[in-house]
């Protein structure tokens, strides 16, 4: 670690703000923009001089590249002593307002975005995935695994998985099925009629993957299916997951593989253009996991969907 260029690095009160609104969200330069209010051309140079210095990554995403903190590297130990003193920035504060701002509007997009799609998912779906067999992929993991008598689906959108894991589920017990869009609940609540099912085993439940409505240890395994690609914050996610499971539940997780389609952002509201095997299994051992498996199966149009199977110890 340079030292020295990382005191020069925060030796400015523009890369001190950057420092703090990056400690507590991942942004990408444009929502960086609407917080501080500056132009691009400055704070683009604002962050590659702390970039350079090693205190912040970029992750590239197609068109879209993302600052974060450095969670690793030379100049971590360096980033972890500064955290606590953040908050003492006279616009500390205000930056924290504004960005939390910027995040809820973001989520709000979100939502109507598939509030508007609900009518139409089955159709966008088939077009997306090819006919491939995700919700196989999802029931001949847990199907092996003992103890999923409460199972939890984690952005279950029109409730495409919930007939298949209220089969998984033992002992007359529950499929808790989550949604930020209210819209692709009552699509859920309609399938949940159609096919009979039980009502006193389906609970609906809306809110956010990054503030879910379940209580800590209330499930015994976790389905997040093509749902992080939208979240702003995959780890938070993640973490998310591993506090509402029980000790030893699983968590299994599908995805697009990393791609280049960036039309899919507009068409399909989608944050993330996919990710890394490794990226994926990292995110998950950071938030408290054991990986045990991680494979890749084919799709039309040049994607693929990533499976991660992890364990709650």
């Given at each position: 670690?340079?030292?020295?260029?990382?005191?020069?690095?925060?030796?400015?009160?523009?890369?001190?703000?950057?420092?703090?609104?990056?400690?507590?969200?991942?942004?990408?330069?444009?929502?960086?923009?609407?917080?501080?209010?500056?132009?691009?051309?400055?704070?683009?140079?604002?962050?590659?001089?702390?970039?350079?210095?090693?205190?912040?990554t970029a992750r590239r995403h197609g068109a879209w590249v993302f600052y974060s903190l450095a969670p690793e590297g030379d100049a971590?130990?360096?980033?972890?002593?500064?955290?606590?003193?953040?908050?003492?920035?006279?616009?500390?504060?205000?930056?924290?307002?504004?960005?939390?701002?910027?995040?809820?509007?973001?989520?709000?997009?979100?939502?109507?975005?598939?509030?508007?799609?609900?009518?139409?998912l089955d159709a966008m779906q088939q077009e997306m995935l090819g006919g491939a067999d995700v919700a196989g992929l999802v029931l001949e993991v847990l199907q092996t695994r003992p103890g999923c008598a409460v199972v939890a689906d984690l952005g279950?959108?029109?409730?495409?998985?919930?007939?298949?894991?209220?089969?998984?589920?033992?002992?007359?017990?529950?499929?808790?099925?989550?949604?930020?869009?209210?819209?692709?609940?009552?699509?859920?609540?309609?399938?949940?009629?159609?096919?009979?099912?039980?009502?006193?085993?389906?609970?609906?439940?809306?809110?956010?993957?990054?503030?879910?409505?379940?209580?800590d240890g209330e499930a015994h395994c976790a389905v997040l299916s093509l749902v992080l690609h939208h979240l702003p914050s995959p780890r938070r996610g993640l973490a998310e997951a591993w506090r509402v499971l029980a000790p030893g539940g699983t968590c299994l997780v599908l995805d697009f593989a990393r791609h280049e389609h960036e039309a899919m952002r507009k068409k399909y509201g989608d944050r993330w253009l996919g990710f890394e095997p490794a990226e994926l299994a990292s995110w998950c051992a950071e938030a408290g996991f054991v990986v045990e498996s991680t494979d890749a199966h084919p799709l039309p149009h040049g994607l693929g969907l990533l499976r991660v199977i992890a364990r709650k110890q």
């Open positions: 670690m340079d030292l020295l260029a990382c005191h020069k690095a925060l030796a400015d009160h523009t890369r001190l703000r950057l420092f703090h609104l990056l400690a507590h969200h991942e942004l990408n330069v444009g929502e960086i923009l609407d917080i501080v209010q500056m132009g691009q051309s400055r704070i683009s140079r604002h962050l590659k001089i702390l970039a350079d210095a090693g205190l912040v971590a130990p360096f980033v972890r002593a500064m955290l606590p003193l953040l908050d003492s920035l006279p616009t500390a504060a205000e930056d924290q307002e504004a960005a939390r701002l910027v995040v809820e509007e973001r989520a709000r997009q979100t939502r109507h975005f598939f509030d508007d799609l609900a009518p139409r279950c959108g029109a409730g495409a998985l919930l007939p298949g894991l209220l089969g998984l589920s033992q002992g007359g017990q529950r499929v808790i099925g989550v949604d930020s869009s209210a819209r692709m609940l009552a699509q859920a609540a309609r399938l949940v009629q159609r096919e009979a099912l039980p009502a006193s085993r389906v609970s609906l439940r809306l809110g956010d993957l990054e503030h879910l409505p379940l209580s």
